[in-house]
């Protein structure tokens, strides 16, 4: 606002630049940001808060090859360390300081992917101060980075049609509360009769109704599938998974004072109220949304809890859904009261479940995961019941970068019956 | 889940706490999510990410009478100060270590608000490590605390009916893209039948369609004033007014190569073309929301660049707003072109409002404004044209805390003709 009378000649360049030589307008832009970024902190002292923080820093830096530079100016540090979620050298980097007080780390290659980060400065962990783009995990705030060339193009926003994401909330008669939920409608939703199939998809202990949008790229993974044509349009519905909990943390009326926490830190978890009164949610979706209300147009799918609750939610409630996902289920039975009703003669119920049908039983999990041995009690169990499975064992453990690869694989496989 | 084994019988003892001392089970709550993060952090090893990151530490910590303590473990820092958009110190302080390398400082009793905070650790800007409610302001992320027992009250989840807030996209075919945009509706939207007044809500340079769910708390403002009666029930459209843009950034399909700058450094900025097209947004919210399609419920209103959006949107469209609220209004017309067709003519396009009716045309600023004096040139306009007005003057400048206070004066008093 108070620097427009600086900049008016300058973006009046710009703008005759884009139209004949788009990539230096590109680059002039981002040296005007810049520019205009320290102008305005230095102008502008009652605008609230303006620009980037470190001047002419750029952090991350991801190269053609997908090695990546990350930066930091601190320069009375005596140590900077970064700690990622990739697999080259365990994600963890020393960094190292030049004239200037920035330091710096370059990565190997890395697989395209989305990635989380943090720099540990003298042992404070911190976020990239430069880089505005944030996921919440858990209790812990990461700074966020994609590689493209491969699955991160499918983590990343394209030019395409892009569906609606809404925070919504249903009543629990169940669990005698207002609950929230997240609900993606695929492009063309709203001004389409048609209805829709439905995805529900669950996150893992410690996740709430935000997780799978943000850490699990969810609208753009469906996004990029459909404008692909491999997948089906598709609702996604992505409810709260705690029982105690109407929301994600600061989204209930606790605000502040509930920090997120591991689920099995919190009341009702593995109770089996959750999965029992399940059919509450899809009464509500099928209710408020147009979808195709029947078996056949009907997925569950979860990781690690969100597995545990998918496979309990779809053994309980034979006959609807037909598509049925583990994405590194949290399915160690020893931990779990297998004489609640919920948990209970599972043998009686899975072998009702396929009398009903599934046209989909799908599970993964990557080799190192420590719920490996447990995916493979659990197999066994199907086996001996002559219940028809899809088994994916990938590499890696219990981590995001699985999780939307796997749902990359499941989604296009889902309501083709 | 690998920890339920150890916490199986905890959890068990906190259930029957819970029937019985509700408030100290809410203190063994505390102290066993601290004790398990702990414990999770060092078990859980295939776990992506769990807990907290600093065990026992407390922060933000509201007292009683509004003073907020913030503590950050930092055994090895020179120096660590905090900075804050509270009024008292000017929003700063310089923290002091205790023996354990833990640095503390508390604030006055501050007014009930909503605060954004950082620190900075031996000059690195860091968010605060133990808070995990986070708000992106323009470029920089801060840490979020809320001190009740006034307007803060207002900006905290209340136990009451929700709203749902959606992310769409409309087609723009002045601006040639599809564009996002962020709806309230109202508590009981979805099941009713009724049609519902609206309220056009724009964000102000460096802002997007995120900016006043977010730092401006609209969810939480609308809920509570609607639960109170105080407040028709609405919808609240919240555009993304910066028109070479389709998105926040990292939400269009430049990913992460859109930093979020200031509005006046992109192209298009006061060219008149987001103005002179605001029809097609209305359209498509009469199109696809239950509207009452009517000048008698709809409103415009803004801060700062929304301000200006506003003014000149009502102008250019007699007949389509009976409410107009600018908020600390970025008019200063001598860093604009003038004879833009959108903003030339302005004494004919008022004269023409006023004599189609306005109902409410309110303007608030706040006395240190660096803005205060266009906005009594304003004044001076409207008084020679006896345009009517109500005008407001709050204490302090261009801050979030006087436009969530001035939606909280605002949005009461309309659609009550």
Same mark, same amino acid.
């Given at each position: ?25 590109? =680059? ?42 990350? @930066?930091?100016?601190?320069? %009375? ?30 990565? @190997? ?5 989305? !990635? /989380? !980060? ?14 505005? =783009? ?23 926003? #394209? ?10 909330? &249903? ?8 609950? @929230? ?13 048609? @209805? &829709? ?33 491999? *997948? $089906?349009?598709? +609702? ?43 059919? $509450? ?7 408020? &949304?147009?979808?195709? *209300? ?8 979860? %990781? ?28 160690? =039975? ?13 043998? $009686?119920? /899975?072998? /009702? ?6 046209? %989909? !039983? ?22 001996? /019941? ?12 219990? +981590? ?16 083709? #019956?």
């Amino acid at each position: 606002m108070l620097n427009e009378m600086k900049t008016s000649l300058i973006n009046h360049r710009v703008f005759k630049l884009e139209i004949n030589f788009p990539a230096l307008q590109k =680059f002039m832009n981002r040296a005007l940001a810049i520019l205009l970024a320290t102008m305005i902190g230095v102008g502008a002292r009652a605008q609230q808060n303006t620009g980037f923080k470190q001047g002419s820093i750029i952090s991350p830096q991801v190269s053609e090859g997908n090695s990546v530079t990350f @930066r930091l100016k601190a320069p %009375l540090a005596g140590s900077v360390t970064i700690k990622g979620d990739w697999e080259a050298d365990g994600g963890k980097g020393s960094m190292t300081k030049d004239a200037n007080g920035v330091w710096s780390f370059t990565t @190997r290659n890395l697989p395209s992917d989305m !990635y /989380l !980060y943090t720099f540990t400065v003298d042992s404070v962990q911190v976020l990239d101060p430069v880089n505005p =783009f944030v996921c919440r995990d858990v209790g812990n705030l990461f700074s966020v980075l994609i590689t493209n060339n491969g699955k991160g193009d499918y983590y990343s926003v #394209k030019d395409v049609p892009h569906g609606s994401v809404a925070r919504s909330w &249903y009543r629990s008669s169940a669990l005698k509360t207002s609950r @929230r939920l997240t609900v993606y409608t695929p492009p063309g939703y709203e001004e389409s009769k048609t @209805r &829709y199939p439905v995805l529900y998809l669950l996150h893992g202990s410690g996740g709430d109704e935000e997780a799978w949008t943000t850490l699990g790229a969810v609208p753009r993974i469906m996004d990029n599938l459909i404008a692909e044509g491999k *997948a $089906e349009p598709m +609702i996604v519905v992505m409810p709260n998974g705690n029982p105690s909990k109407q929301a994600a943390p600061g989204e209930t009326h606790e605000n502040l004072a509930y920090r997120p926490v591991m689920s099995n830190t919190l009341p009702g978890y593995k109770e089996g109220s959750y999965e029992m009164s399940f059919r $509450e949610i899809v009464d509500f979706v099928d209710t408020r &949304y147009r979808t195709k *209300a029947e078996k056949s147009k009907r997925a569950v799918a979860g %990781l690690s809890m969100g597995g545990f609750h998918s496979l309990f939610i779809s053994a309980n409630h034979p006959g609807l859904f037909d598509y049925v996902g583990l994405f590194s289920p949290g399915i160690n =039975f020893k931990t779990v009261n297998m004489t609640n009703a919920a948990y209970n003669n599972l043998e $009686e119920k /899975l072998a /009702l479940q396929m009398k009903k049908g599934v046209a %989909l !039983y799908w599970m993964a999990i990557g080799k190192t995961d420590a719920l490996y041995e447990p995916m493979q009690e659990y197999k066994k169990r199907l086996d001996n /019941l002559h219940f028809p499975y899809k088994y994916i064992e990938s590499t890696r453990g219990h +981590i995001w970068s699985n999780w939307r690869s796997y749902l990359l694989e499941f989604s296009p496989l889902l309501f083709k #019956k």
